[in-house]
Nanobody, 124 residues
Framework: QVQLVESGGGLVQAGGSLRLSCAAS????????MGWFRQAPGKEREFVAT????????YYADSVKGRFTISRDNAKNTVYLQMNSLKPEDTAVYYC?????????????????WGQGTQVTVSS
């Protein structure tokens, strides 16, 4: 089993920035594609960003493109989500997830392992 632990969430004003981290256990982190998803109150969990196992390919939801950046450091078993120019509509619990296939994927069903989530709240 892969354990994922998110951190870095918090309260920030609109226009501000946060950097989320997801630390993974195990020795096979570099074999997994990773994704970030979020879920706002009363809404379905939605795709945010994904990165393939090498970090050479990324993909973003249209709603965050140009503002968020996903990256990974395989030596540290960690994936990051740098969030800039935050908007109130970005408020949600953010989850990281691991896809053992190794290829990036925008669908929740492709991911086997999930973290506990970290709250991001953006105020006006």
């Amino acid at each position: 089993q892969v354990q994922l632990v998110e951190s870095g969430g918090g309260l920030v004003q609109a226009g501000g920035s946060l950097r989320l981290s997801c630390a993974a256990s195990g020795r096979t982190f570099s074999s997994y594609a990773m994704g970030w998803f979020r879920q706002a109150p009363g809404k379905e969990r939605e795709f945010v960003a994904t990165i393939n196992r090498s970090g050479g390919s990324t993909y973003y939801a249209d709603s965050v493109k140009g503002r968020f950046t996903i990256s990974r450091d395989n030596a540290k078993n960690t994936v990051y989500l740098q969030m800039n120019s935050l908007k109130p509509e970005d408020t949600a619990v953010y989850y990281c997830a691991a896809n053992r296939n190794g290829n990036s994927n925008i669908k929740m069903g492709a991911y086997t392992y999930w973290g506990q989530g970290t709250q991001v709240t953006v105020s006006s």
